[in-house]
T-cell receptor, first 109, second 116 residues
Framework: DAKTTQPNSMESNEEEPVHLPCNHS???????IHWYRQLPSQGPEYVIHGLTSNVNNRMASLAIAEDRKSSTLILHRATLRDAAVYYC??????????FGSGTKLNVKP | GAVVSQHPSWVICKSGTSVKIECRSLDFQATTMFWYRQFPKQSLMLMATSNEGSKATYEQGVEKDKFLINHASLTLSTLTVTSAHPEDSSFYICSARDGRIAHEQYFGPGTRLTVT
């Protein structure tokens, strides 16, 4: 079962930063946090992942709380192409992914 | 980046027939593949995990005799929906894990199954 909780939806203006929160209060020391996003009728697309330290890549940044019970996905400048459902996944048990309900991000022009 | 393909991308079949969906890792060897199902406006639900050369492990509530999974090579896994019924209509997605990168999963584009 999914162990993460996210807001059902969020809205952002184009070219503004977006902070997508995720709670994973049951995380253990070896669990990774993964973020994927999904467009309608497509498979999920990898965004970023981390363990303890904050992570940056060309798509986004991931800020992990010091107690690791929450994290925030940061899109620095939202574009219309970033509109999608974003899933935060806590991996455990041989790296199976149990998806939660995700956050539907709407980007306004 | 790593690429996973699925075939077919969509399929329509009659109730009572069987349908096979293929999942291929195109540029890496997938020691483990996963199968998910997604109903409209819902999240992905993990159905089963398959490791190359061994039997699949099914999640609780998933009928193994109905959803047959074969992972005969490091680049191919198949899901066969046997005796399909309209309630099996769904979006089926596979993912593959590169044996060299333990924590990454690469997802296929999905297969839309409609049972009439």
């Amino acid at each position: 079962d999914a162990k993460t909780t996210q807001p059902n939806s969020m809205e952002s203006n184009e070219e503004e930063p977006v902070h997508l929160p995720c709670n994973h209060s049951t995380i253990s020391g070896t669990d990774y946090i993964h973020w994927y996003r999904q467009l309608p009728s497509q498979g999920p697309e990898y965004v970023i992942h981390g363990l303890t330290s904050n992570v940056n890549n060309r798509m986004a940044s991931l800020a992990i709380a010091e107690d690791r019970k929450s994290s925030t996905l940061i899109l620095h400048r939202a574009t219309l192409r970033d509109a999608a459902v974003y899933y935060c996944i806590q991996t455990y048990n041989f790296n199976k992914f149990y998806f939660g309900s995700g956050t539907k991000l709407n980007v306004k022009p | 980046g790593a690429v996973v393909s699925q075939h077919p991308s969509w399929v329509i079949c009659k109730s009572g027939t069987s349908v096979k969906i293929e999942c291929r890792s195109l540029d890496f060897q997938a020691t483990t593949m996963f199968w998910y199902r997604q109903f409209p406006k819902q999240s992905l639900m993990l159905m089963a995990t398959s490791n190359e050369g061994s039997k699949a492990t099914y999640e609780q509530g998933v009928e193994k005799d109905k959803f047959l999974i074969n992972h005969a090579s490091l680049t191919l896994s198949t899901l066969t929906v046997t005796s399909a019924h309209p309630e099996d209509s769904s979006f089926y997605i596979c993912s593959a894990r590169d044996g060299r990168i333990a924590h990454e999963q690469y997802f296929g584009p999905g297969t839309r199954l409609t049972v009439t």
